[in-house]
């Protein structure tokens, strides 16, 4: 019997430096090879789209209800993925699972809503009773297959068929580039709905209030100051009153109005300083920069960051979008950061 405390010379020793180079070697080609096979996958699949995919679409567009995505094993992690993005551009969906139907879940499905469901094979077993539900009761089936003379391919109502090329792993056994076909496959239907619906990112954003993605849809509105809060003064005011409205306002400037109300220009600390002699002799429009650069309460609150930053300012006067030039509020940039738009 060998002796566990001398290595075996057949076995490689991983702390042995060149085994280890090598091996981590192998782990980069192997991950290169299977990115450059799905690669080519995506590439071929492009071209492979016909007029399936439009009927797919138009299936999807006239229907009432929703969009019902099903697949078994990895179909189902997928199709939980494009259901999800359905759902949040503007199209109705969920997704049921195929064995879950057998047993009551069928009832998910209604007359008015459409089906997809996802097999590379098309022959998933786990699938048989949802595919007859939909024949049964008449409700449209969108079947997407990697075989065009598969059973579901041939039950569906619209057929959509991958392109015939290998699987990432050398085997061929282990659903990688059918997988990532049938994924960017679900971002094509969703992303050509939600263009055809002219999906806003106002609508975008109802969908994904919370996190980075929230924050960046985020409009000035949101985020300005309005009210009594905004820094205002007529253009006659003198200087010593301008001066207090600075301060009470807490944002280190003052926006200066004409009769008529339209924003003219804006006092700032630098005005201050380029006008320090004789200050208090002068009124606010004597002393303001005028045409101050403003914003839209409509705008993403992204924007006038980048605004901001460019112009190194802290504050953007937001006038109505009406033309009428009306300030409505202001923004600051700390106003901007708490909300995590950045």
């Known amino acids: 019997m060998p002796d566990p405390a001398i290595p075996d010379p057949a076995i490689p020793d991983p702390a042995a430096p060149d085994q280890a180079t090598d091996r981590r070697d192998a782990f980069l080609a192997s991950a290169r ?6 690669a080519e996958a995506l590439l071929a699949l492009g071209p492979a789209l016909g007029e399936s995919f439009a009927d797919a679409v138009d299936l999807i567009l006239a229907t009432k209800g929703r969009v019902i995505v099903s697949g078994m ?14 759902a949040s551009t503007g199209t109705p969906a969920h997704f049921v699972h195929p064995a879950e139907a057998s047993h009551g879940d069928l009832g998910m499905l209604a007359q008015g809503d459409v089906v997809l469901v996802l097999s590379n094979s098309g022959e998933t077993p786990e699938l048989a009773d949802l595919i007859a539900h939909t024949r049964r009761f008449g409700i449209p089936m969108i079947g997407v297959a990697g075989r065009a003379d598969s059973t579901l391919i041939r039950r569906a109502d619209v057929g959509l068929v991958l392109p015939d090329v290998p699987e990432a792993c050398d085997t061929g ?7 990532t076909m049938t994924l960017a496959l679900g971002d094509a239907l969703a992303v050509a709905l939600m263009e055809h619906r002219r999906f806003t990112p106002q609508r975008f954003r109802d969908f994904h209030p919370g996190g980075k993605l929230g924050a960046r849809l985020q ?35 003052t926006g200066v109005t004409g009769p008529d109300g339209r924003l003219q220009g804006i006092v700032t600390d630098g005005d201050l300083r380029r006008n320090m002699e004789g200050l208090l002799a002068r009124t606010a429009a004597e002393v303001m920069t ?21 112009r190194k300012i802290t504050c953007l006067f937001v006038v109505d979008p009406d033309g009428a030039g009306h300030a409505v509020g202001i ?12």
Do not use: Y
């Open 33 to 38: 090879r299977v990115i450059a096979r799905e």
């Open 219 to 253: 409009t000035v509105a949101d985020l300005m100051h309005t009210g009594d809060e905004v820094p205002l003064v007529p253009a006659e005011t003198p200087m010593g009153e301008a001066l207090l409205t600075i301060t009470r306002k807490g944002f280190g400037v």
């Open 73 to 86: 094993g990895k179909s189902g992690h997928i199709g939980r993925k494009i259901a999800a993005s359905l």
């Open 173 to 179: 056994f282990v659903p990688t580039t059918s997988t």
């Open 290 to 310: 005028p045409s101050p650069r403003t914003i839209s309460p409509t705008a993403l609150a992204e924007e006038a960051l980048a605004q901001m930053n460019a």
């Open 331 to 342: 923004l600051h940039i700390h106003d901007c950061l708490r909300a995590g738009v950045a």
